[in-house]
T-cell receptor, first 117, second 109 residues
Framework: GAVVSQHPSWVICKSGTSVKIECRSL??????MFWYRQFPKQSLMLMAT?????????EQGVEKDKFLINHASLTLSTLTVTSAHPEDSSFYIC?????????????FGDGTRLSIL | GIQVEQSPPDLILQEGANSTLRCNFSDSVNNLQWFHQNPWGQLINLFYIPSGTKQNGRLSATTVATERYSLLYISSSQTTDSGVYFCAVVIRGYQKVTFGIGTKLQVIP
């Protein structure tokens, strides 16, 4: 089946640091990738949708200058949390979808736990 | 926006018992998936089922798109089934995915 690799799986860093998370589709071309954030005991909240070669579409309330998304190729999208602060600590998950309409299934990475001290 | 409601929010089962989880959605969908999130946070894709019925081992799912609901059946539950089960949908004409709040399942020996 389709595989999505997300790295790193765990990050602990100091306040003010910028953190980059990578999401790779290993065996298919991901024309669309999604980034989610999940707080403890809550559901996944969509942060942004990125299509290869174009700017990401951010959900309402998500700061685009804070959460930089790049989808430069059909197999890689990155999320950079700039100048991270403790309130940015969360579980971040990416997903990828192949070519075709929105009726294609999503495939998820294993997530990144981000802890800002 | 689309509403996705899951029930029950919490469920405790004795090992070996059966259960049914429900997902109601407020609009026509192109895509519906059921996921199991294990205690480590990994999301396991269980079913891609915008309509119809599918079975995979002890799990099966049915989506009745015209009535806007989907059911996930777990038979002969095992402790490894514990975790949170999410329903996620994509409404027609959009690519955004909306998740339900999940059902937290605990299977006890």
């Amino acid at each position: 089946g389709a595989v999505v690799s997300q790295h790193p799986s765990w990050v602990i860093c100091k306040s003010g640091t910028s953190v980059k998370i990578e999401c790779r589709s290993l065996d298919f071309q991901a024309t669309t990738m999604f980034w989610y954030r999940q707080f403890p005991k809550q559901s996944l909240m969509l942060m942004a949708t990125s299509n290869e070669g174009s700017k990401a579409t951010y959900e309402q309330g998500v700061e685009k200058d804070k959460f930089l998304i790049n989808h430069a190729s059909l197999t890689l999208s990155t999320l950079t949390v700039t100048s991270a602060h403790p309130e940015d600590s969360s579980f971040y998950i990416c997903s990828a979808r192949g070519r075709g309409a929105s009726n294609q299934p999503q495939h998820f990475g294993d997530g990144t736990r981000l802890s800002i001290l | 926006g689309i509403q996705v409601e899951q029930s029950p929010p919490d469920l405790i089962l004795q090992e070996g018992a059966n259960s049914t989880l429900r997902c109601n959605f407020s609009d026509s969908v192109n895509n519906l998936q059921w996921f199991h999130q294990n205690p480590w946070g990994q999301l396991i894709n269980l079913f891609y089922i915008p309509s119809g019925t599918k079975q995979n081992g002890r799990l099966s799912a049915t989506t009745v798109a015209t009535e806007r609901y989907s059911l996930l059946y777990i038979s002969s539950s095992q402790t490894t089934d514990s975790g949170v089960y999410f329903c996620a949908v994509v409404i027609r004409g959009y690519q955004k995915v909306t998740f339900g709040i999940g059902t937290k399942l605990q299977v006890i020996p």
